[in-house]
């Protein structure tokens, strides 16, 4: 995220990576050592998916149904450089940004340049506030404060 300077710089992330949603090379180094290929694995995964049964996988593909739980285990590793975040919100609040997509804009770029936008509009609206109060009061200029604070 880049820093707020008072006028210039706006509020912007950072795109997901090329690797996102891939699997952490901590996790791949920590998953138990399988018979199965990744090609394979990836192949049990799907079947998975498609509602089949661990015992009709193992069978299907001619493997040990241990193996084949290997391959489906569901293993995450928390990530303490994450960059990104799970926002909960109201489903209207979800609508709002919806609305607010210009074309098929990532969501993420969407609340970004919402976030920009109200951090702007605070901010020039207590600049307007404080003007007005210290051509009458002849107190000096505040120190500059980040924004929203």
């Known amino acids: 995220m880049a820093s707020m300077n008072a006028s210039t710089d706006a509020f912007r992330g950072k795109a997901p990576g090329s690797g996102s949603g891939e699997m952490s090379k901590r996790t791949e180094a920590l998953r138990p050592a399988m018979l199965l290929s990744r090609q394979e694995a990836s192949q049990a995964r799907q079947m998975r998916r498609r509602g089949i049964d661990p015992g009709q996988i193992a069978d299907a593909m001619g493997k040990p149904l ?33 609305q607010e997509r210009r074309g098929d804009e990532p969501l993420w770029q969407t609340f970004d340049r919402i976030v920009d936008e109200f951090l702007r509009l605070r901010r020039d609206q207590q600049e307007r506030a404080v003007r007005p109060r210290r051509a009458h009061s002849g107190s000096p200029e505040p120190a500059p404060r980040l924004p929203g604070f």
Do not use: S
């Open 66 to 98: 241990d193996e084949v739980e290997k391959a489906l285990l569901q293993m995450r590793m928390p990530r303490p450089e994450t960059t990104r975040g799970t926002l909960n919100v109201t489903l209207a609040a979800h609508r709002v940004i919806l």
